[in-house]
Nanobody, 124 residues
Framework: QVQLVESGGGLVQPGGSLRLSCAASGFTLDDYTIGWFRQVSEKEREGVAC????????YYADSVKGRFTISRDNAKNTVYLQMNSLKPEDTAVYYC?????????????????WGQGTQVTVSA
């Protein structure tokens, strides 16, 4: 069974850091491009970071560039999202997605394989 499980979310003060993990089972993460997306309530989903399986190049939304870092640990079959200098506007449910392509920015429709999400709340 193909499954993605996110963890590492929580409550953090502005300026703080969190590291999200995306663990895969049933398939090898390195065979896919992995993206991190976020969504606030019923608003549009946004791709914030991705790492390509073909060359491990990484891509980021302008809103997180310089603050977030996506990385992959093939031995653990896990992808991470290190989030530094967090802002209240980073508050959202964060999802990891396995797909063929990197998608950055607002996205619509169904695509890829999604985890269940992890809540990140940035508040004083």
């Amino acid at each position: 069974q193909v499954q993605l499980v996110e963890s590492g979310g929580g409550l953090v003060q502005p300026g703080g850091s969190l590291r999200l993990s995306c663990a895969a089972s049933g398939f090898t993460l390195d065979d896919y491009t992995i993206g991190w997306f976020r969504q606030v309530s019923e608003k549009e989903r946004e791709g914030v970071a991705c790492i390509r399986n073909s060359d491990s190049n990484t891509y980021y939304a302008d809103s997180v560039k310089g603050r977030f870092t996506i990385s992959r640990d093939n031995a653990k079959n896990t992808v991470y999202l290190q989030m530094n200098s967090l802002k209240p506007e980073d508050t959202a449910v964060y999802y990891c997605v396995a797909d063929e392509f990197c998608l950055i920015g607002p996205v619509k429709g169904d695509f890829g394989s999604w985890g269940q999400g992890t809540q990140v709340t940035v508040s004083a």
